[in-house]
């Protein structure tokens, strides 16, 4: 099974939803965050001919990923969705902020002094103030520090990696508080919308060091667009759970027997295997003609020969 497959426990929430014990391969790749695009990274990869189905949460993924890209995107709706959420009781007047996070390979980037800066101008509206810190940022001590010596108590979520307990841990921490906030829109702001708390955005924004110019600039957009009615002082002290289930995805939750159809969990696992197997094999092959392709029209050699070994090598390596 793909890596991606496990962050955030997802594979095992929806396994549990279908009834099974344990999640078995995908037969293809989901989405496992919120996403102002396609759902995911637009890499070359994603412009191959032979791909296998992504998992996408909402229409306007699977729109952008029609337009961008050859992935053939199937929507779902969001793991949450499937999820029997642990709720609490929320403290009436209390606020659960959560910052835009960064990644591994991108960490945050952003004047976090400017953002604790405008939580404090609104800190005496709440009874109480929390802030909830991704794991990248929660292990640095000298992020910690910053809300600590402020005053403000920190919760963690626990690691993305394999981590089943991670949307539990998220779910509790959101619904202890009647009110969540974040200063750039994501995962976090829609999950709370869907749990029906009352989220706004505040603050200024942060993002991770890899998102571009054009991802930027759409997270702005979609701000001042079709999730315009969550800023503070639009919000109207409401909660806004049509946005969430909007951008979740909620119109493509499926019953479980359609969900173990549609990510072949009724299918023979050794199937499913040798139809990765195939499209590993085909997609060498392409890969290669491509390459070899290119090479021929700069020498004008013939890649015939080439070609034909090529693919009985791939044959063999593709089981």
Known sequence: MLASNHLYGHDRILARYCGLTAPRPICGELQHGWNWDCGFPITSDHRR????????????????ARRKTALPAVPIGAPLLYHDAPLEDPVPGSLLACP????????????????????????????????????????????RALYEDAGYPIVTNGHRDANPAFLDNLCRNLSRHEYVTTNVVGTVAFYALYLSRKMFLWGTPMYASDAGEAARAGLVAIQEGRCSILH????????????????????????PQDLKVVLGWDRDPRVIHAERATRR???????????????????????????????????????
């Open 232 to 255: 503070y002082d639009r919000f109207g002290d409401r909660c806004h759970r049509a946005v969430g289930e909007a951008e979740l995805g909620s119109e493509f939750r499926r019953s």
């Open 100 to 143: 835009a996070h960064g990644w591994e390979r991108g960490p945050l980037v952003g004047d976090m002094r400017g953002y604790l800066r405008s939580l404090d101008l609104i800190r005496h509206r709440f009874s109480r103030v929390t802030v909830c810190l991704y794991w990248l940022e929660y292990q640095d001590a000298e992020i």
């Open 281 to 319: 094999v085909l997609d060498r092959v392409w890969m290669w003609g491509r390459e070899a392709r290119t090479v021929a029209m700069s020498t004008g050699a013939s890649v015939v020969g080439a070609d034909r070994r090529r693919v009985r090598w791939a044959r063999r390596q593709g089981r």
């Open 49 to 64: 001919p032979i791909r296998p189905r992504v998992f996408v949460w909402s229409r306007f993924n699977q729109e952008a």
